[in-house]
């Protein structure tokens, strides 16, 4: 029998309301809150799973 590299991957997900004068300013601001711990994302974030082959090739 051959040996395959099957990953699995899920997927959490939480979208954040924040408040800031541009796109940029937002993005950096929810990256920050993230870094420092004020944002953490558990179960009730869940998502999805993905369920696929590694390739042999790339290594993904």
Known sequence: MK???IEVTE???RS???EAD???EAL???RQAY???QIV???SDYDRTEI???DEKTGR
């Open 22 to 24: 541009s796109v940029a």
């Open 11 to 13: 997927v959490l997900r």
């Open 52 to 54: 696929g082959a590694k």
């Open 3 to 5: 040996k395959f590299c």
């Open 35 to 37: 870094r420092n711990g």
């Open 41 to 43: 994302l558990d179960a």
């Open 28 to 30: 950096r601001r929810v």
């Open 16 to 18: 954040v309301e924040v």
